[in-house]
T-cell receptor, first 113, second 110 residues
Framework: DADVTQTPRNRITKTGKRIMLECSQTKGHDRMYWYRQDPGLGLRLIYYSFDVKDINKGEISDGYSVSRQAQAKFSLSLESAIPNQTALYFC????????????FGSGTRLTVV | EDKVVQSPLSLVVHEGDTVTLNCSYEVTNFRSLLWYKQEKKAPTFLFMLTSSGIEKKSGRLSSILDKKELFSILNITATQTGDSAVYLCAGRFNTDKLIFGTGTRLQVFP
């Protein structure tokens, strides 16, 4: 099994729909992150969580919400999807000391039509 | 404003060539600089650099950081087609957040 698992792998949804992207990790790390990747813009931080009771906004949190259901689970929701949220979404986790960078999931390709 | 800038945006070379990828950064409370390789989907970790002037090496890949000039380079020698990917540079700041550059797309042809 992958260290960081994201579901679904691909999703097409309509404008205005609510959608949830799920992430689970088996690394045992407290720190988890959601990024989106757009062509030419790199990866940008949406939300991050340093433990189950800690949720923080990143640089582009508008239109998104998150839930940290357990140490291993961190989900991202789009309350009312819009076309400019079409992107590749990555979940990641990092070790407490930060010696090994982030471990990323395989990504969710979301298309909002 | 914190930012990480990578150059060139893309690079096309032939197998056996040596390439140098560049990364400059302006990051408040800088802690370290990381390099990732992204092939199909998930970025995979290559190096983390915290100290100036100390080269990190892994096979044909090497990287070094210059904290005075706020700059890092990633070198790949004797390139192979399997090196074709997007290479991402990221600055770590404050607690544990990363700010990424837009990446350099490397294409290696036989």
């Amino acid at each position: 099994d992958a260290d960081v698992t994201q579901t679904p792998r691909n999703r097409i949804t309509k404008t205005g729909k609510r959608i949830m992207l799920e992430c689970s990790q088996t690394k045992g790390h407290d720190r988890m992150y959601w990024y989106r990747q757009d062509p030419g813009l790199g990866l940008r931080l949406i939300y991050y969580s340093f433990d189950v009771k800690d949720i923080n906004k990143g640089e582009i949190s508008d239109g998104y919400s998150v839930s940290r259901q357990a140490q291993a689970k961190f989900s991202l929701s789009l309350e009312s999807a819009i076309p400019n949220q079409t992107a590749l979404y990555f979940c990641a986790t990092s070790d407490p000391v930060g010696n090994y960078g982030y471990t990323f999931g395989s990504g969710t390709r979301l298309t909002v039509v | 404003e914190d930012k990480v800038v990578q150059s060139p945006l893309s690079l096309v070379v032939h197998e056996g060539d040596t390439v140098t990828l560049n990364c400059s950064y302006e990051v408040t409370n800088f802690r370290s600089l990381l390099w990732y390789k992204q092939e199909k989907k998930a970025p995979t970790f290559l190096f983390m650099l915290t100290s100036s002037g100390i080269e990190k090496k892994s096979g044909r890949l090497s990287s070094i950081l210059d904290k005075k000039e706020l700059f890092s380079i990633l070198n790949i020698t004797a390139t192979q087609t399997g090196d074709s990917a997007v290479y991402l540079c990221a600055g770590r700041f404050n607690t544990d957040k990363l700010i990424f550059g837009t990446g350099t797309r490397l294409q290696v042809f036989p």
